[in-house]
């Protein structure tokens, strides 16, 4: 089992920036690919950003892209999420997921998941 939790989350104007954290507690955190989901009220959840174990390979969602970045310390077990030139779109409970493949954008690739946290940007 791994356990997930997120932070970071908050109220931000567009145009800001925004960083949320996901420590993992649990088996082993650098066997684990990370990813980041989003849920935006009365819409399904959607792949945010991804990166595999070592933290080399990332993927993005074409609308994140050049703004977001992924990134994970595997000495403090901890995923990241650093958010930039938000906007109000971007407003969603914010998801950490692990999964024990290969770094995807299917939510079925992963096993565990955070309780989420809320992103809010005014514009």
């Known amino acids: 089992q791994v356990q997930l939790v997120e932070s970071g989350g908050g109220l931000v104007q567009a145009g800001g920036s925004l960083g949320l954290s996901c420590a993992a507690s649990?088996?082993?955190?650098?066997?684990?690919?990370m990813g980041w989901f989003r849920q935006a009220p009365g819409k399904e959840r959607e792949f945010v950003a991804a990166?595999?174990?070592?933290?080399?390979?990332?993927a993005y969602t074409d609308s994140v892209k050049h703004r977001f970045t992924i990134s994970r310390d595997n000495a403090k077990d901890t995923v990241y999420l650093q958010m930039d030139s938000l906007k109000p779109e971007d407003t969603a409970v914010y998801y950490c997921?692990?999964?024990?493949?290969?770094?995807?954008?299917?939510?079925?690739?992963?096993?565990?998941w955070g309780q989420g946290t809320q992103v809010t940007v005014s514009s």
């Open positions: 997921a692990a999964g024990s493949n290969y770094y995807t954008s299917a939510e079925d690739d992963y096993d565990y």
């Open positions: 990166i595999n174990w070592s933290g080399f390979n990332t």
């Open positions: 649990g088996r082993t955190f650098s066997r684990y690919s």
